[in-house]
């Protein structure tokens, strides 16, 4: 029994040996790990705490030497989903979702990120025109990430969209507007309802057919 505690710790010796720092996780496994260069590798966990007034949070994925990479999730310090969001080089890139106290999705972002050890980058933009058409464009990589795709603004109780942006290159297009939600919504405000089915059903009965006068309550003189 001795001789196989002594070969155990002996065999976990060379993997201890290249973490300049880690802790172990409740699952046994081994979270939080600094390589001998001083970056952080593999699966991490930050914790923050509310202060000042700012909402703490506790967030959750991956890095790859010292940048964040993949999907990182982050959570209340009740353990409530708050945001997913996707990384390349440690920038936001893809998609970003954010929650609210219900669970629900309230915004969700677009965002391209540039690879910081390249002065340019050639990236594929989509021909707003003729959706489907890339074509490659070079540009200066000035460092982080910029808005480029379609931002989605929802109403939280109905999961309605009641905003929509889209931008390329961290420019917003001109044809960004109210019709891009589609044309079975009615306005209300900022909020954008379905139509009501017999709204729907009245058009189509009478699509094409000239139109007529009618009553709407006013009074005139």
Do not use: C
Not at 14 to 34: C, E, F, M, R, S
Not at 76 to 104: C, H, P, T, V
Not at 188 to 199: D, I, L, S, T
């Amino acid at each position: 029994m001795r001789w196989i505690l002594i070969i155990s710790l002996l065999i976990s010796l060379p993997a201890a040996a290249q973490w300049k720092d880690y802790i172990i996780g409740v699952k046994g496994d081994t979270l939080n790990k600094v390589d001998l260069q001083g970056r952080k590798q593999g699966p991490w966990v930050h914790r923050y705490e509310t202060i000042r007034g700012e909402r703490g949070f506790e967030e959750e994925g991956e890095y790859v030497d010292d940048r964040k990479e993949g999907m990182w999730r982050k959570y209340s310090l009740m353990g409530d989903l708050m945001a997913i969001e996707n990384f390349r080089w440690g920038f936001l890139d893809g998609k970003a979702q954010y929650f609210n106290n219900a669970g629900n999705v309230f915004r969700e972002e677009s965002w391209r990120a540039f690879n910081p050890d390249k002065v340019y980058d050639t990236i594929d933009v989509e021909d707003v025109l003729l959706p489907g058409n890339f074509k490659q464009v070079i540009v200066k990589n000035e460092g982080a990430s910029v808005k480029h795709g379609t931002w989605n603004y929802f109403d939280p109780a109905s999961g309605l969209i009641v905003k929509t942006e889209t931008y390329t290159l961290g420019k917003i297009e001109k044809n960004n507007n109210p019709s891009t939600l589609g044309t079975d919504t009615l306005s209300m405000g900022a909020k954008k309802v379905p139509k009501p089915k017999e709204v729907l059903e009245f058009e189509k009965k009478n699509a094409g057919k000239k139109k007529v006068k009618v009553r709407d309550g006013s009074v005139g003189y």
